[in-house]
């Protein structure tokens, strides 16, 4: 089943399944992420605010995957979720200030956006890495 993609102030988004497994999940994160890069050096915010929703729209993981990783980091899955929930939030941030066509509030939501990657796979990637080969 596909997510259709919708029209949002003349920008619009791909079309995405409704799950995915999570290392092809990722990779389309960071193909969202240097898309949003390249329209942040070029200054062109629709390339910004496709990006940007790519990664706040994103497929949910598929349940295999959800139960690995809360049976690899059980009451940490709070603060798992939490992650996840301040990059969507800011990436739909950064889709509104590219609309808006104002930098400094895409520049100031792209650093959540990025520190929370970061703290994210710094807490958690190689644990949930072990975990996916061990439970396949």
Do not use: W
Not at 43 to 49: F, G, K, L, V
């Amino acid at each position: 089943m596909l997510v259709t993609g919708a029209t949002f102030f003349g920008f619009s988004q791909r079309q995405q399944p409704e799950t995915q497994p999570l290392i092809p999940m990722m990779r389309m994160l960071l193909a969202d992420m240097q898309t949003v890069d390249q329209g942040i050096f070029t200054e062109n915010y629709e390339m910004i605010a496709e990006g940007a929703g790519g990664i706040s729209d994103h497929p949910k993981m598929t349940q295999e995957d959800k139960q690995i990783i809360k049976k690899t980091l059980g009451e940490e899955m709070k603060t798992f979720v939490d992650f996840d929930m301040t990059v969507h939030h800011h990436a739909d941030s950064i889709r509104m200030a590219a609309l808006q066509e104002n930098m400094q509030q895409v520049l100031r939501h792209y650093r959540i956006v990025q520190q929370g990657c970061v703290d994210c796979h710094s807490n958690y990637r190689t644990r949930i890495s072990k975990a996916r080969k061990t439970d396949k």
